[in-house]
């Protein structure tokens, strides 16, 4: 899955950067986000050290930060710190849900409304959809990501539920993304800022 998360990725910043009007990049580009967002809770959850993982992806967004600027020409904040930022979060929600749970939605909720305010690539959504592939399972994650797509167009992005098809296969393959890892992990963590930068020069010398 992690080649699935990698490809549709480039295939959609690829249409968003040269084939803006053809929607089919974008559907394709879908299925990124929510592989990426298991993966970091996979990760959370196998990883020695929450902080290190957590400063691990912060470098990664600003390594990433000025080329995607630059490609997309924006001010927002890359989608890796939207990652960062959810980490952060699962570690304080898990701390805090058992001793009080409403400090644990209370983190929850400013994390979301951080994202949404600086603001971060999918925003709260982001945070939401992470955090909901840490706490349910089965039915119940299909249903919460299903509820936060119907958020998402009623707030004008139809193309948003086609990334509910990562989640269906989740939720109904037993496990069957384990820890193996498919990519070697080098190549995992440089590929997002690595593919900007490419995209980024292509971009420029085409002008």
């Not at 990049?25 to 990760?43: D, K, N, Q, S, T």
């Amino acid at each position: 899955m992690e080649l699935i998360a990698m490809i549709s990725m480039l295939i959609d910043h690829i249409g968003v950067t040269f084939f803006p009007e053809q929607d089919s990049f974008r559907i394709i580009g879908r299925l990124a986000f929510p592989i990426y967002a298991f993966a970091l809770v996979r990760g959370y959850q196998y990883t020695r050290s929450h902080k290190h993982y957590v400063l691990r992806l912060l470098l990664i967004a600003l390594l990433a930060q000025l080329p995607y600027m630059l490609l997309f020409e924006t001010w927002d904040m890359n989608v890796v710190f939207t990652l960062s930022l959810s980490l952060a979060c699962l570690v304080f929600v898990d701390r805090y849900k058992k001793i009080d749970p409403m400090i644990a939605i209370l983190i929850l909720v400013c994390a979301c409304i951080v994202a949404d305010l600086l603001p971060f690539e999918y925003g709260a959504y982001g945070v939401l959809l992470v955090h909901a592939y840490r706490f349910f399972t089965g039915w119940l994650l299909i249903a919460a990501h299903l509820a936060l797509n119907g958020l998402e167009l009623m707030m004008g992005v139809p193309l948003q539920i086609y990334s509910l098809i990562p989640t269906l296969f989740i939720a109904w393959s037993s496990g069957a993304w384990n820890s193996k890892r498919w990519v070697a992990g080098w190549i995992w963590r440089t590929f997002y800022p690595i593919h900007l930068l490419v995209l980024a020069v292509v971009v420029y010398f085409l002008r």
